[in-house]
T-cell receptor
Framework: KQEVTQIPAALSVPEGENLVLNCSFTDSAIYNLQWFRQDPGKGLTSLLLIQSSQREQTSGRLNASLDKSSGRSTLYIAASQPGDSATYLCAVLYSSASKIIFGSGTRLSIRP | EAQVTQNPRYLITVTGKKLTVTCSQNMNHEYMSWYRQDPGLGLRQIYYSMNVEVTDKGDVPEGYKVSRKEKRNFPLILESPSPNQTSLYFC?????????????FGNGTRLTVT
């Protein structure tokens, strides 16, 4: 069964710290993995997309990595700010049947 | 502005009364999909469409219908809503549904069925 898991479910860190969010998935036959941010009561905003042939993508203070062989992706946030507080979700697009499966998310809180 | 537009944002209805949630995108995307988000269960895919007149079931299609008669529109239809369909619904689209196409989401529709 294709599953996507995010641990921890919640994380609280002081402002300025660098942090890593984790996403693991079963079945390495993926098209891509995408990281999203969701603010309370809002839709999802795409942060980074890593294609299956890529190892990492960077956007500003964000860096996402992909290791298909181990079924893992990480989202690295540098110099965290209170405005980074949100729920972060990863989603895997599997090659078979073009199915997209989401992790349950990590709720991040950055303390001023 | 490139966007995915869902309507309505909020909807309260009664059991059994047919309803439609509309979704429209202005980016000429081929791939569109619907999700529901529930506490503790995360986002689950209801239906998706790779192109006009092509639709497929996701993980939780029971009780829902979709149609894709035009590229830009992908309505979600609940023929006979039940309280267990109370949820937050999201529509999303991407250029091709393939590996280099990020998903773009609408702002969501919060549905309550009493």
């Amino acid at each position: 069964k294709q599953e996507v898991t995010q641990i921890p479910a919640a994380l609280s860190v002081p402002e300025g710290e660098n942090l890593v969010l984790n996403c693991s998935f079963t079945d390495s036959a993926i098209y891509n993995l995408q990281w999203f941010r969701q603010d309370p009561g809002k839709g999802l905003t795409s942060l980074l997309l890593i294609q299956s042939s890529q190892r990492e993508q960077t956007s500003g203070r964000l860096n996402a990595s992909l290791d298909k062989s181990s079924g893992r992706s990480t989202l690295y946030i540098a110099a965290s700010q209170p405005g980074d507080s949100a729920t972060y979700l990863c989603a895997v697009l599997y090659s078979s049947a073009s199915k997209i499966i989401f992790g349950s998310g990590t709720r991040l809180s950055i303390r001023p | 502005e490139a966007q995915v537009t869902q309507n309505p944002r909020y909807l309260i209805t009664v059991t059994g009364k047919k309803l439609t949630v509309t979704c429209s995108q202005n980016m000429n995307h081929e791939y569109m999909s619907w999700y529901r988000q529930d506490p503790g269960l995360g986002l689950r895919q209801i239906y998706y469409s790779m192109n006009v007149e092509v639709t497929d079931k996701g993980d939780v299609p029971e009780g829902y219908k979709v149609s894709r008669k035009e590229k830009r529109n992908f309505p979600l239809i609940l023929e006979s809503p039940s309280p267990n369909q109370t949820s937050l619904y999201f529509c999303a689209s991407s250029l091709t549904g393939q590996q280099d196409s990020p998903l773009h989401f609408g702002n969501g529709t919060r549905l309550t069925v009493t």
